[in-house]
């Protein structure tokens, strides 16, 4: 039989130890696994409310699944414009090769990812004008695991 539950329950994202990603206010990441073999990069993301990333550009397949809240999604060309809003529960794939920006709703939302790599490449990351500002790779997410599980491991 399994244990009775006794009502509690708690959000995945108050358990997660989250990083904030450099730049960007209410934007936090946790990697769970970067997988060179097969190309796959697999992590969490949190939104807070309102927060956006950067324009980027997902170079390979990526699936989305939506943990908490809502995640949206805004047009690359003009960041004020929704294109989508992915509540709870929705899961998503494409094949890469689409600019956006990614948002946080009303409660913000908490992603899993899985990306896979195209020649090691995972994203694309534009400035304002939509100018290739850098491009993040497997070996990037390599180095943020590793120094994520020290910290872990310190604390």
């Known amino acids: 039989m399994p244990p009775k539950s006794t009502g509690a329950t708690q959000p995945l994202s108050t358990s997660i130890p989250w990083r904030p990603f450099p730049g960007f206010d209410g934007l936090y990441y946790y990697v769970l696994d970067v997988d060179k073999k097969r190309d796959l990069v697999d992590m969490l993301m949190k939104f807070d409310s309102g927060s956006k990333c950067v324009p980027h550009r997902h170079v390979g397949p990526t699936r989305t699944l939506v943990i908490e809240g809502d995640h949206l999604i805004f047009d690359s060309a003009d960041p004020n414009k929704l294109v989508s809003t992915r ?39 534009f400035d304002a004008n939509m100018v290739l500002n850098r491009v993040i790779d497997t070996c990037d997410f390599e180095r943020g695991l590793k120094k994520q599980n020290e910290e872990n491991s310190v604390s």
């Open 87 to 125: 509540p709870a529960g929705t899961f998503s794939t494409n094949n890469g090769d689409e600019t956006h920006i990614e948002g946080g709703g009303d409660n913000g939302a908490v992603i899993l990812l899985s990306m896979t790599a195209v020649n090691q490449e995972i994203y694309e990351v």
